[in-house]
């Protein structure tokens, strides 16, 4: 009798849903839908703002110098079209006849009146317009030039700069999640006296400004020996930093210390509870600090220029890019193709990890 009475229940259950899901929405209010418009408006603005700068730099990177200094040239990369009539090269214009813009090639120019010819029909003849070609505008074809980052790749000696800078972003971020997660883990899991002043202490170096460390430090590595090297850039990735520990520290307060306990009855050690049991549950937070060091370490301009000044070979893209900009500041194209080229990697590696690396700061930052 229970069997029927649940069955009949469920029965009108799946019915009152499929009744819902066939019922006809409500219309919205216009006062909702203007709202929502605005909303989308504003967003699409201004994220139009923001990338507006990169699609000018992308677009900049693909005009050759006489491009940029060609005079009322078109926004995008074009050259000026021409046509060949008699064995001459002739200049092409939009010429009104009749009402429509038509693209002709000048023939022979005059104050009064001019003479073109059709370059889409050049046997009807020569065609005669009244008015001062001075007047008309340039026919333009798209003409963009890839070929500039292949000069750049060569000019900047582009694959030793980036081998540099992936190797000391690579090792960086090892040595960073390594240490980070070793002290994250003392201060989430083992009570030890003067625990919380010293989490106080590592969190206040956050607000320490780097500028008053540079002379000490350099100081420092100018004794042992290790300025010209990668050592003054990578051994401090192996001794912590506050941000990271800080991070990797409130997400490991969120895992039950009761999966710890079951870890410490079958037996496992504090290095193999981690091991096993918090690092499994961490890899969002894990991955977000990679992610975050790898972008740092990609875009350090001032650390590989006071250490790697008289290095070139082991100098990275970021210090590269700027001598080549030195060199090259009187061809913007090249500027900016090399700009792009440097910014690559780091734009696939978050959209690659994007959904782990927002999840991984959402949960650090919110549910602690």
């Known amino acids: 009798m229970d069997t029927s009475a649940g069955r009949l229940q469920d029965l009108a259950v799946a019915r009152a849903a499929r009744r819902r899901r066939f019922m006809p929405r409500r219309p919205r209010r216009p006062a909702d839908a203007a709202r929502s418009f605005t909303l989308t408006f504003i967003v699409v603005v201004v994220v139009a703002a923001f990338l507006s700068p990169i699609a000018r730099t ?20 074009s050259v000026p079209q021409t046509f060949t009539f008699e064995g001459v090269d002739r200049d092409v214009y939009v010429v009104p006849v009749d009402g429509t813009d038509r693209t002709l090639a000048l023939v022979k120019p005059g104050r009064q009146s001019s003479q073109f010819v059709d370059p889409a029909n050049p046997g ?3 065609i005669t317009w009244q008015g001062s ?9 798209l003409s963009p030039a890839f070929s500039n980052f292949g000069d750049v790749w060569e000019l900047i000696d582009f694959p ?34 003067g625990r919380t002043l010293l989490f106080t202490l590592l969190v206040a170096t956050i607000f320490l400004p780097a500028a008053v460390t540079i002379i000490p430090t350099y100081t420092m590595f100018s004794k042992l020996g290790w300025v010209g090297t990668w050592l003054p850039l990578l051994v401090p ?17 969120t895992i039950p210390r009761e999966m710890d306990e079951a870890a410490s009855i079958d037996g496992a050690g504090p290095f193999r509870t981690l091991i096993s049991v918090i690092l499994p549950q961490a890899w969002p937070v894990v991955i977000a600090v990679a992610i975050f060091h790898l972008v740092y370490s990609w875009n350090d301009f001032f650390g590989p220029l006071i ?55 959402v949960i650090t930052g919110v549910e602690k």
């Not at 990735?237 to 307060?253: E, I, K």
């Not at 890019?321 to 193709?337: C, K, T």
Request: aromatic fraction near 14%; charged fraction near 10%; proline fraction near 5%.
């Open 307 to 361: 250490y790697l000044s008289t290095k070139p070979e082991l100098q990275t893209l970021a210090v590269g890019l700027q001598r080549f900009n030195g060199i090259h500041y009187r061809n913007p194209a090249y500027v900016q193709a090399g700009t792009l080229m440097t910014m690559l990697i780091p734009v696939v590696l978050f959209l690659i990890f994007q959904r782990v690396f927002i999840r991984g700061v």
């Open 133 to 141: 070609w001075r007047t008309l505008d340039r026919a333009w074809a």
């Open 160 to 193: 030793r700069l980036l081998s540099n800078t992936i190797a000391i972003a690579v090792i960086g971020m090892v040595g960073t999640i390594v240490s980070c997660v070793l002290v994250a883990y003392g201060f989430a899991r083992f009570r030890f006296p």
């Open 237 to 253: 990735t192996f001794f912590a930093n506050a941000y990271d520990v800080f991070l990797l520290r409130q997400y490991m307060l």
């Open 124 to 126: 009807a003849g020569l």
């Open 58 to 77: 992308v677009l900049v990177s693909l005009k050759t110098p006489s491009q940029l200094s060609e005079t009322d040239s078109p926004f995008l990369p």
